[in-house]
């Protein structure tokens, strides 16, 4: 090789190397300034958020004073990665307090930023983003949407009906189940029990008027899910439901009537005998073995059947 050419391309090397350099260092001084604009806004945010809590004696909580700060510190609706990680802060408290303050928190977060950055994500068009979106309303507590969120409690995407669900049950506790027939939708298991458990965080207190109302589902999701709530409340009123149940087309539904009946049957010995009483009628000879092995595990007598 010619020295001129090898000459040249030293020199390219030498450029490709310090270009290299150089945006590596300008890499890592973007990454310093960005964690401490964080650290800038989480202090701030703190900070506001107890005096707003906390004011001194005589002086009232101000929205316009937290907006003020927030803002100062670069958090802008020019600036979404900013508000971004506002939302993630006001989710970290609101998860993190209760009570009155809880309450409190709530009428703040309507007043200050992000600037409608969560219900705006329903606008896009990528599900996920509108999912996102949905989770930020009901972590923040923010239930002036649920109109917005109710339309996507049946929708096609998985994740997005899910959130949907998720966030009309925190919003409504029990009413939520009023809505359990117009869901034509598969509903997992992992989102059965989801709900189930909101439902128990977020209203201990058994409604089951509304609960009554679901029972006009024909969806057999619907219906297991129905079924765990009475197991997991231990609603022994609605056990004729479960029982009537355990002939139902569907093999997962009868499973979760099966374990549900079994469950209540701790707090009510008659549960015990009237299952031994209408073993004969359900449809699987495996589910009839399972229901006899667990009986006569507590000690019931159990009778001859056609299995």
């Given at each position: 090789?010619?020295?001129?050419?090898?000459?040249?391309?030293?020199?390219?090397?030498?450029?490709?190397?310090?270009?290299?350099?150089?945006?590596?260092?300008?890499?890592?001084?973007?990454?310093?300034?960005?964690?401490?604009?964080?650290?800038?806004?989480?202090?701030?945010?703190?900070?506001?958020?107890?005096?707003?809590?906390?004011?001194?004696?005589?002086?009232?909580?101000s929205?316009?004073?937290?907006?003020?700060?927030?803002?100062?510190?670069?958090?802008?609706?020019?600036?979404?990665?900013?508000?971004?990680?506002?939302?993630?802060?006001?989710?970290?408290?609101?998860?993190?307090?209760?009570?009155?303050?809880?309450?409190?928190?709530?009428?703040?977060?309507?007043?200050?930023?992000?600037?409608?950055?969560?219900?705006?994500?329903?606008?896009?068009?990528?599900?996920?983003?509108?999912?996102?979106?949905?989770k930020?309303?009901?972590?923040?507590?923010?239930?002036?949407?649920?109109?917005?969120?109710?339309?996507?409690?049946?929708?096609?995407?998985?994740?997005?009906?899910?959130?949907?669900?998720?966030?009309?049950?925190?919003?409504?506790?029990?009413?939520?189940?009023?809505?359990?027939?117009?869901?034509?939708?598969?509903?997992?298991?992992?989102?059965?029990?989801?709900?189930?458990?909101?439902?128990?965080?977020?209203?201990?207190?058994?409604?089951?008027?509304?609960?009554?109302?679901?029972?006009?589902?024909?969806?057999?999701?619907?219906?297991?899910?129905?079924?765990?709530?009475?197991?997991?409340?231990y609603?022994?009123?609605?056990?004729?439901?479960?029982?009537?149940?355990?002939?139902?087309?569907?093999?997962e539904?009868?499973?979760?009537?099966?374990?549900?009946?079994?469950?209540?049957?701790?707090?009510?010995?008659?549960i015990?005998?009237?299952?031994?009483?209408?073993?004969?009628?359900?449809?699987?000879?495996?589910?009839?073995?399972?229901?006899?092995?667990?009986?006569?595990?507590?000690?019931h007598?159990?009778?001859?059947?056609?299995?």
């Amino acid at each position: 090789m010619p020295f001129g050419n090898l000459e040249f391309f030293i020199k390219i090397f030498l450029l490709f190397l310090v270009a290299n350099i150089l945006l590596t260092l300008c890499a890592a001084q973007w990454r310093r300034s960005k964690n401490r604009r964080k650290k800038l806004i989480e202090a701030v945010f703190a900070d506001k958020i107890s005096d707003f809590l906390y004011p001194q004696t005589g002086k009232k909580p101000s929205f316009i004073d937290v907006q003020r700060a927030l803002r100062k510190v670069g958090v802008r609706e020019e600036r979404p990665e900013n508000v971004q990680f506002l939302i993630q802060l006001m989710i970290r408290t609101q998860q993190a307090l209760g009570g009155s303050n809880r309450i409190q928190l709530k009428r703040l977060y309507g007043q200050i930023p992000p600037y409608r950055a969560s219900i705006d994500k329903l606008r896009k068009r990528d599900p996920f983003q509108k999912a996102l979106g949905i989770k930020e309303i009901y972590e923040m507590d923010q239930n002036q949407y649920i109109k917005q969120i109710a339309a996507y409690r049946d929708h096609k995407n998985i994740y997005l009906r899910r959130e949907a669900q998720i966030a009309l049950v925190s919003f409504l506790g029990w009413d939520s189940l009023r809505f359990l027939p117009y869901l034509s939708r598969k509903i997992s298991l992992w989102q059965q029990i989801k709900i189930v458990e909101k439902l128990h965080d977020v209203c201990r207190e058994p409604k089951v008027e509304y609960l009554h109302l679901a029972y006009k589902t024909k969806n057999p999701d619907a219906i297991e899910l129905i079924i765990r709530i009475i197991k997991k409340f231990y609603l022994l009123s609605e056990v004729d439901y479960v029982f009537l149940n355990l002939k139902h087309p569907s093999y997962e539904v009868r499973k979760a009537a099966i374990y549900c009946l079994l469950s209540l049957k701790v707090r009510d010995g008659a549960i015990a005998e009237r299952l031994v009483r209408v073993m004969d009628g359900i449809p699987s000879k495996i589910q009839r073995k399972q229901v006899l092995k667990y009986l006569a595990k507590g000690g019931h007598t159990i009778p001859t059947l056609s299995l």
